[in-house]
């Protein structure tokens, strides 16, 4: 438990900061797998979405921006093979 005022100021900060962190990362996820579950034509609409969102996360610090980048390179590689596999 925090005794000085100090303590008890960072352990706030900290439960402020793990409720953003959440609510960023469960956004980011939900949109993520929309994406990758949607019809080859809803899924390249949904694309600049879901690396908007993903770009959002590595801005704020919940996560890499090198994992940002990757799973963004992921997701538009799999819906150009929707597309392609559509066609």
């Given at each position: 438990m925090a005794n000085t005022k100090q303590?008890?100021?960072r352990a706030a900060q900290n439960?402020?900061?793990k409720a953003r962190n959440r609510?960023?990362?469960?956004e980011t996820r939900r949109v993520v797998k929309a994406?990758?579950?949607a019809a080859p034509e809803k899924a390249k609409e949904m694309l600049p979405k879901a690396a908007a969102s993903l770009d959002v996360a590595a801005r704020?610090?919940?996560i890499h921006k090198n994992k940002a980048a990757r799973l963004k390179s992921?997701?538009?590689k799999g819906a150009a093979k929707k597309v392609a596999k559509a066609d």
């Open positions: 303590a008890k100021k439960d402020k900061q609510a960023v990362k469960s994406t990758r579950a704020k610090g919940t992921r997701l538009a």
